[in-house]
């Protein structure tokens, strides 16, 4: 059927309408037989509050009920252990499997508490290939065992004070003066700031 004016009419007959829509016509079929484009027939669903979620308030309720939760975090997930989970514990099973390949415990001072505090730390800059400590870590492996042998392990400390004596300790004894009188630069205006210095 064909209509000068198919809004008009769909407003019109709103219960033949709806009564397709429940019928489970699709959107190409009701246009076919209103003789108007998909578009328009989806404006008027949406005018006439008659698209599946007004229709079918329970469903949506429905939905809602059935959202599932990660057992571990209580993250929002379709599975039991959401990806976030499968990707942490992946990840420290891989650390795992570096950390004992590479010795277990600092080089240094002999840490080993906290696998978090054990870095890689590569005896030449110019041989790295691959970031050790990106969250990536399960992608290869094979190659992180490879790159971890070009590596000494250190803890997280004595990784930051053999990186500190190597770009660092050179450059503040040479600048020691300079340093030193930044310092007294800012600790000169931090006092007009503050109105005084702070204890």
């Known amino acids: 059927m064909k209509h000068t004016n198919v809004s008009q009419y769909i407003r019109e007959n709103k219960d033949e309408f709806k009564q397709y829509i429940l019928n489970k016509k699709t959107e190409i079929e009701l246009s076919k037989i209103y003789g108007c484009s998909n578009a328009t027939i989806i404006a008027m669903k949406k005018e006439l ?16 009920q ?3 939760y990660c057992d571990k975090c209580g993250r929002k997930s379709k599975k039991r252990t959401c990806g976030h989970c499968v990707q942490k514990r ?4 891989i650390k795992e499997i570096l ?3 590479a010795g277990g415990k600092c080089i240094v001072c002999g840490y080993s508490s906290c696998l978090s505090a054990l870095d890689f730390h590569h005896r030449d800059p110019k041989d790295k290939k691959i970031n050790l400590a990106a969250s990536d870590s399960c992608k290869n492996i094979q190659k992180k065992l490879e ?5 000494d392990l250190l803890c997280c400390r004595c990784h930051r004070e053999l990186h500190w004596k190597e770009d660092t300790l050179d450059f ?12 007294e630069n800012i600790l000169a205006k931090m006092g007009k700031r503050g109105g005084g210095s702070r204890h």
Do not use: G, H, M
């Open 49 to 64: 509050k008659l698209q599946s979620r007004d229709l079918n308030p329970e469903d949506r309720f429905n939905k809602k």
């Open 66 to 68: 059935n959202i599932k």
């Open 90 to 93: 992946t990840s420290i099973a």
């Open 99 to 101: 950390v004992e390949e």
């Open 147 to 151: 790159e971890i042998k070009k590596c």
């Open 172 to 183: 503040q004894k040479e600048n020691r003066y300079n340093i030193d009188k930044t310092k």
